[in-house]
């Protein structure tokens, strides 16, 4: 079956460091996302992708980065600057990116900082 | 892109039908209404999505009126399992575009 697989399901880091997320889809669709939730909160855009090689910033892309070498691939580093790291991370893609391709999201990466 | 409103949470006995309505009153003529519903610790999931009129799945209906300022969506008989948040977009189709989410219709269904 098709889908997103990010991992790990829960990720441990002290203050200070940088730590990078994974996502793969097998879906072959050409957008990918990242988005940041908080307890209690919607999605936050941080990045996405249209494209290989190509990728925008969303409205929270503060000490994050992302790179697109590969169609399936969307890895997400949180940096040291990013001053508020701890949340739910959900990475997704859609077909052709807009609102009649619906996104297809995967479990999420729940990341912890102290 | 076209801002949502919708109420921020509901509650329905098992076996009831729940409708959630969701107001965009600046929706614009390529716009498309997609909903989508999310369980605690996962990721959403699409449900239905529609432009003008009704619009039925295997779970659930999108009723739009005429003049698309709001939209409903319909689930039949719920159960626990439906206990989620529940999310309305609006946005054009096509294209690449951020695609951003509010903070959504949490509903509890009570035994």
């Known amino acids: 079956d098709g889908g997103i697989t990010q991992s790990p399901k829960y990720l441990f880091r002290k203050e200070g460091q940088n730590v990078t997320l994974s996502c793969e889809q097998n879906l072959n669709h050409d957008a990918m996302y990242w988005y940041r939730q908080d307890p209690g909160q919607g999605l936050r855009l941080i990045y996405y992708s249209q494209i290989v090689n190509d990728f925008q910033k969303g409205d929270i892309a503060e000490g994050y980065s992302v790179s697109r070498e590969k169609k399936e691939s969307f890895p997400l580093t949180v940096t040291s600057a990013q001053k508020n790291p701890t949340a739910f991370y959900l990475c997704?893609?859609?077909?052709?990116?807009?609102?009649?391709?619906?996104?297809?999201f995967g479990n999420g990466t729940r990341l912890t900082v102290t | 892109l076209a801002k949502t409103t919708q109420p921020i949470s509901m509650d329905s006995y098992e076996g009831q039908e729940v409708n959630i309505t969701c107001s965009h009153n600046n929706i614009a003529t390529n716009d498309y209404i997609t909903w989508y519903q999310q369980f605690p610790s996962q990721g959403p999931r699409f449900i239905i999505q529609g432009y003008k009129t009704k619009v039925t799945n295997e779970v659930a209906s999108l009723f739009i009126p005429a003049d698309r300022k709001s939209s409903t969506l319909s689930l039949p008989r719920v159960s626990l399992s439906d206990t989620a948040v529940y999310y309305c977009?609006?946005?054009?189709?096509?294209?690449?575009?951020?695609?951003?989410f509010g903070t959504g219709t949490k509903l509890q269904v009570i035994p």
């Open positions: 997704a893609s859609s077909r052709a990116g807009g609102y009649n391709s619906p996104l297809h």
């Open positions: 977009l609006v946005g054009e189709s096509g294209g690449y575009q951020k695609v951003t």
